[in-house]
Each structure stands twice: as C-alpha cells, then as structure tokens.
C-alpha cells in the first residue's frame, strides 16, 4: 500500500474531531462534578460541626445555616479558580494536539502533491532541455514531444484532481441535484472503460437494471464518482481478472457495486484507502495513479448523504467497493 503512515497518521478527520468534542464534554462534566461533589462535602461537614457538635438548634441554628451557606459559596468560588484552570489545560491541550495532528496532515498532503508533480516535470525539462540542446535524432524527435505531451498532460489531471478535491472538502460546496436515473449513470461509466477492459483483457460482467431507478442527486458528480471506482478497477486489476459492476435497489437504499477479483484490501486498509495520495499497489507511479479518485468518489457520495465502503460479501469477488445511497 503507498504511504501506509499517511493514511494512520491522518485517519479519518471527522472522527478526529468526534474525538476532541468527546474529550471535551468529559473535561467539562469532570470539572462541574468535582464542584458538585466538594459543596456536597462542605456543607455535611459543616452541618455536622455546628449542630452535632455544639448543639445548635432553633433559631441559633437558622442563622448558624445562612452562615454556613455564605462559607460554602465562598468556598465554592475559591474552588471554581483552580477548577477553571485544570479544564482550560485540558482543553488547551487537546486543542495544541489537534491542531498539531491537522498541521501534520496538511503538511504530508502538500509534500505527497510536490512528490507527484516534481516526477512528471522533471521529465518534462529534461526532454525540453535534449530538445533545445539538438541532442535528440530528427526522426526521434516526434517521439520525444509525445512524451512531452503525455507528462504535461499527466500534470494537467492531476492538478485538475487536487483542485476537484479542494472544493469538495468546503462546507459550502453546491450540488445541483435534479431527478436522475441511476442506472443511466453506471451505464455510461462502465461504457466509456469498455475498451480499455478489453485491451487488458479484464472480462467484465454488467448487472445493471433496465427499468429506470430515479434518485435526486448531481448527475455531473455522481458520474465522476462512478467513473473514478470504475477507473481504479481497471488500473488496479490485472490480465485475466474479473470486474462486476451492478446497480440494486431495495427498502435499504439504492447500492452500486463495483466488484473485482484482483488483490484483497485488508480491514486495515480500508480504512484508509479513501484518503487522498493513498493507493493499494505499493507505490505510487503513472500507472496506479496518485490516490486521489478514490478520495475524490467517497466526497461526493457523502455530499449526497450516501456512503462510499470496501465490503467483502459479493459471491465470486474477492472486494467490492459499495456506494450506498439513501431512498
């Protein structure tokens, strides 16, 4: 798997901040019981010094109790300076170690975007450079501007991803949903790979309803969602393989499966494969792309309030990857 530590160190960001909103509801209960519980303690023993041991009763004792009341306020609002203290240390520090934790992933995700456009530009210089220098054969030279193309063109998509991705990831970001037949979608992704499956020599296998399965959804990005699981079948699958992809329906919601039988992806794994710069080959290279269609497809899929999971029940399939989508 490409960067295994990327994927552990940033985890999944909103369970992160569960987290934190955790730590600090415990902090803030922790604090207000231990107030609670020491008033509680205060006023049974001074109830118990003043009318036990001095006898105190009538109206001696009614005016020895608003005495007593006023000392456990004051005590109390001593107590409330340290109290406050110890929580805001708390708090301060889990706040420190989130921020340092968002710090460290945007940081890993800005050298692992430098590391993916530094390859395809150092190519490209160099090819430049041959070029300008009259290093490269005349009748080579049209091979040597295709590759220049082809590593231009590898940076343009890329750059084109990571920008996808930026506007995903705003709160803000608008969906125009309109009324859409799902299988539609799925039909068309699987038919713009069809060739390229052929030529790898993947066998594909289609289940897709031919009756209309109407779901409110942006049919732009939900077909960049599809096509990007099937894309990464067909990169990540090898000769001789077999992919599914499937649409279903039932009181459940609405699943597209995009199933294979190539390598299995561990329970480990897939807990990390959807985050961006993240790949399941061992290394990242243009072949197995950089990571980031996966990340890109379970965005969308969540802005439309599905889900987007690795699963393991499809009969005669190693893994499927599952968008879910709520009727």
Known sequence: MNNPGLGVQAGKRGEKMKQLKRSIILCFVGTTSSLTIAELVLALLFREFFTSYYGIS??????????????????ALIMVLPAAWLF?????????????RQT??????????????????????????????????????????????????????????????????????????????????????AAGQYEAFEEKNIRLEIDIPDEKIPVSCDMLQMTRAVGNLVINAYKHNDEGNQVGIMVRKDAGGIFIVVADTGRDIRREESEIIFEPFVSSDASRNAACGSGLGLAIAKKIVEKHGGTLTVEHKEAGYVKEFVISIPV
């Open 88 to 100: 805001s240390r708390l708090i301060t520090k889990k706040m420190n170690a989130e921020i340092q």
């Open 104 to 189: 460290d992933e945007r940081n890993m995700l800005y050298a692992n975007i430098a590391h993916d456009l530094k390859t395809p530009m150092t190519s490209i210089l160099g090819y430049a450079k041959a070029l300008g220098d009259k290093k490269v054969e005349l009748e080579q030279s049209e091979i040597v501007i295709d590759r220049i193309y082809q590593k231009a063109k590898q940076t343009d998509e890329l750059l084109n991803m990571l920008f996808e991705y930026t506007k995903l990831q705003t709160e803000g970001y608008p969906l125009n949903k309109t009324e859409t037949d799902i299988c539609s979608i799925v039909r068309r992704a």
């Open 58 to 75: 009538g109206a001696v004792a009614a005016a020895t109790g608003t005495l007593v009341v006023n000392i456990i306020m004051c005590a």
